[in-house]
Nanobody
């Protein structure tokens, strides 16, 4: 079993900052790509930022220059630093990880989601 546990969501005023964390645990051999997605009611889940095991990153155009994704491979943890937050960033944020299991199988896992609310 693999679990992804997110933390760091909350409420903040526009212009503020939040840092999300997501720690993976369980029968993990290694983790390839990790990422953060977000979803608002009635809309599809969308990619916010992704990072490879080697540290290459990609971002949605809407967050470029404001959000930074990073990871600690030793801790199986991915982070999302969110600065200059806007009301339109309000969403439930989910982390995602492509996991290689100890038995060398693999699968994609999701966190439970954490609410981020930005007020104007």
């Amino acid at each position: 079993q693999v679990q992804l546990v997110e933390s760091g969501g909350g409420s903040v005023q526009a212009g503020g900052s939040l840092r999300l964390s997501c720690a993976a645990s369980g029968r993990i051999f290694s983790i390839n790509a990790m990422g953060w997605y977000r979803q608002t009611p009635g809309k599809q889940r969308e990619l916010v930022a992704g990072i490879t095991r080697g540290g290459s990153t990609n971002y949605a155009d809407s967050v470029k220059g404001r959000f930074t994704i990073s990871r600690d491979n030793a801790k199986n943890t991915v982070y999302l630093q969110m600065n200059s937050l806007k009301p339109e960033d309000t969403a439930v944020y989910y982390c995602n990880a492509d996991v290689v299991y100890i038995n060398l199988g693999f699968g994609t896992h999701w966190g439970q989601g954490t609410q981020v609310t930005v007020s104007s």
